[in-house]
């Protein structure tokens, strides 16, 4: 059966509630429906009906003089009831109304909350659902955010992704009432952490307001990570402190505030690739009670959710009503909210055409280059779907940062000596350059990350082989087997004292290596200081101490802490290692033109020397020495993954004419303080990285290539 034509809105700015000083102006694009009434829901929860105006665009609308903020209201949408032909219209059923600016309320899910019957998915249920759905809430204007100073270039970018609600929900500073609030993320205690780490940007996960899943629900569990959006424009209503009637949009902004002022950056993980409303077999609470094949992917009978999310449906931005939804958005985020990036869950659904191909061309990406308003903006992509071809990492071009899952593998590998040789390390450190370095990327491309929401955190994943999800009550059967991990010999926590400090020793390998690689890092909230959720590696539905940072436990991985703390002042202090460009075997030259006799990149040995063909080919080998330069400082950075020490020699000259430890991943008192000269061979312990500040000549002599 063929898809529906629709009409696009003309100016899809006017959709939503628009608020002025006579009034407020209401707009639905519902291009199938008949008849589209405004529901007003007064204090006392009583109902007045009115009637929109049809527009040939397939927008619906009308002006209430007297109605302004606060007001709650939501939609009944009349039409065919057809699943056939896409169309599930039930005016029993209250919606949202998509481009609400807040959102109030819950859903009772032993309520009327289905479109249809309990005996059949194709029969409409006539039971009125109002009191068992959230409303839209009118919200007036006012004003943005305090900016940043000015935008984070790419290489600045340092991500720290974390909970909103997790991060606070513990703290012993913030006041009780604040806990988990945006209020209590702003708070100075939580602001300061921050700054002190070194941290550029926060990536929170999703703060578009969400729903649980049924299923979840029916666990006495909820959807704690928040990838189940309900409305796009509308900030999470629980996450407010003051109240969901509107205030959460403001104490939202004075969140960004707070954090632009101290100047963090804030990213939103953002959830366009499907909805709350899961299949045809779930809830209708907005899009599909709107026009069912109007927002969603369907399969050629038009009667079932194609979908490639894994979530019940997919949000169909081949459709231009819904791109637009999609693309105002952004534009509002960015605009109103004061945000300064996204990273897009699942993304590659957002750029499936009308026959659900992937299509870098996708009028989504067009649309957002195109648009002046994202200039700056950071975008960062989930570079994957659950569909065919799914799989798009190293693809999404220039002005996308990319999540590197390759990274996240392949470092947690190298240090659990699963994989042979240094071609991959190098490769890693390197920017990924084997993905990443094509059509003039810039070498910021590759989001580097050892850990995310989903999966082990870092302690875990030096504490665990096994998943331990029996909490979320699927025997265990939840949560991906491939951990990659290494318990160091025993499963979960343990009083040995060896044990815990070679778990340490790997944690500190493993952010040393995120930290000094090519790339834009990303760190997972509380693993600077040993964060742990038991073994839990799906924790999405545990809203407890599994998922909530413990402050209290912080004080023992200080060494955690003070290592990701010194990384990350290196790396801001020092351009040289965090590179715009992807770096090349090309000679330094200074101010003149001179060649200075070194490489802006080169690999070492043990020995000294440069890494022989002989030396890149051998499985066996554990360690690699990175050497980084341009025309004002160099640095040599020594990766050891082997178990017992080796000695390493400091390459002489012209790349350097001394050297000094700058931060190491071993114990205190394991590696020298003083000054070192070029050719000292330094033992360098088992399974450590040390990072040595070179010290280069303004001007050397142009010399032969060592080795």
Request: aromatic share 10%; hydrophobic share 35%.
């Amino acid at each position: 059966m063929s898809r529906p034509t629709l009409p696009r809105p003309v100016d899809s700015g006017t959709l939503g509630a628009h608020v002025n000083a006579e009034g407020t102006r209401f707009s639905l694009w519902a291009p199938r429906a008949h008849r589209v009434e405004l529901v007003l829901v007064d204090d006392r929860l009583r109902q007045a009906n009115l009637d929109l105006e049809h527009a040939d665009d397939g927008v619906w609308s009308t002006f209430v003089p007297g109605v302004g903020d606060g007001q709650r209201y939501g939609y009944r949408v009349h039409g065919p009831w057809s699943p056939e032909d896409g169309e599930r219209f039930n005016p029993a059923k209250l919606l949202l109304d998509p481009y609400a600016r807040a959102i109030t309320g819950g859903v009772d899910y032993s309520g009327p909350i289905l479109d249809h019957t309990a005996e059949s998915d194709y029969l409409p249920d006539p039971t009125d659902s109002f009191g068992a759905v959230p409303l839209s809430v009118v919200v007036a204007p006012s004003p943005a955010p305090t900016p940043l100073e000015r935008p984070l270039r790419p290489d600045e970018l340092v991500v720290y992704e974390t909970h909103l609600k997790g991060f606070t929900q513990l703290h012993p500073a913030v006041p009780e009432h604040l806990r988990g609030t945006y209020a209590g993320f702003a708070y100075p205690a939580v602001v300061a952490h921050l700054v002190e780490l070194g941290v550029t940007a926060v990536e929170f996960l999703p703060l578009h307001h969400f729903v649980s899943e049924p299923f979840a629900v029916g666990r006495g569990l909820v959807n704690y990570w928040g990838y189940n959006t309900l409305g796009f424009f509308a900030p999470h209503g629980q996450y407010s402190s003051s109240g969901t009637l509107g205030q959460q949009v403001a104490e939202f902004k004075q969140m960004v505030s707070a954090l632009h002022g101290a100047g963090i950056a804030v990213i939103l993980d953002v959830v366009y690739n499907h909805t709350a409303e899961g299949g045809h077999e779930g809830p209708t609470l907005s899009f599909r009670g709107i026009d069912h094949a109007g927002y969603y992917r369907l399969t050629d009978d038009l009667r079932n959710d194609y979908d490639v999310t894994g979530c019940g449906n997919a949000v169909d931005t081949s459709v231009g009503g819904v791109l637009d939804l999609v693309h105002d958005s952004l534009r509002y985020w960015v605009t109103e909210m004061g945000v300064d990036g996204f990273r897009f869950d699942l993304c590659t659904t957002l750029i499936r055409d009308e026959l659900h191909h992937v299509r870098q061309d996708h009028a989504f990406k067009q649309t957002l280059a195109d648009d002046p308003v994202f200039a700056d903006t950071i975008m960062l992509s989930e570079p994957w779907d659950l569909g065919p071809y799914g799989y798009q990492v190293g693809r999404w071009g220039r002005g996308w940062g990319e999540w590197n899952d390759r990274f996240r593998g392949f470092t947690r590998d190298f240090w659990r000596g699963a994989v042979g040789g240094v071609e991959e390390l190098a490769t890693r450190l390197a920017g990924s350059a084997d993905i990443f370095d094509h059509d003039g990327r810039p070498g910021t491309s590759s989001v580097n990350f050892v850990t995310a929401h989903d999966g082990f955190t870092m302690r875990d994943v030096v504490t665990y082989d096994l998943k331990h999800n029996e909490a979320n009550g699927e025997r265990n059967r939840d949560g991906t087997d491939d951990n990659r991990s290494w318990n160091h010999g025993y499963e979960g926590e343990t009083d040995d004292r060896a044990i815990i400090a070679a778990r340490h020793r790997t944690a500190r390998n493993l952010m040393a290596t995120l930290v000094l690689s090519v790339g834009t890092p990303m760190v997972l909230a509380g693993d600077e200081m040993g964060r742990t959720q038991g073994g839990n590696n799906n924790a999405y539905c545990q809203d407890t101490p599994v998922s909530w940072v413990n402050w209290r436990s912080a004080g023992e991985w200080a060494d955690q802490t003070e290592l990701t703390a010194t990384l990350l002042r290196l790396r801001a202090a020092h351009p040289v290692l965090r590179p715009a460009a992807f770096r090349r075997r090309s000679e330094v030259t200074d101010a003149e033109g001179h060649g200075l006799g070194r490489w802006e990149s080169a690999w070492f040995s043990e020995h000294g020397t440069e890494m022989s063909i002989e030396q890149w080919h051998d499985h066996g080998r554990r360690c690699l020495g990175m050497y980084v330069s341009d025309a004002h400082e160099a640095f040599f950075i020594f990766f050891h993954a082997g178990h017992e020490p080796v000695p390493v020699t400091l390459p002489g000259a012209p790349w350097a004419s001394g050297y000094r430890v700058e931060a190491h991943t071993g114990e205190p008192g394991e590696l020298p303080t003083t000054r070192l000269s070029p050719g000292r061979t330094v033992e360098v312990p088992g399974r450590t990285v040390v990072v040595f500040n070179a010290t280069v000549p303004r001007r050397a002599r142009r010399a032969t290539r060592a080795g």
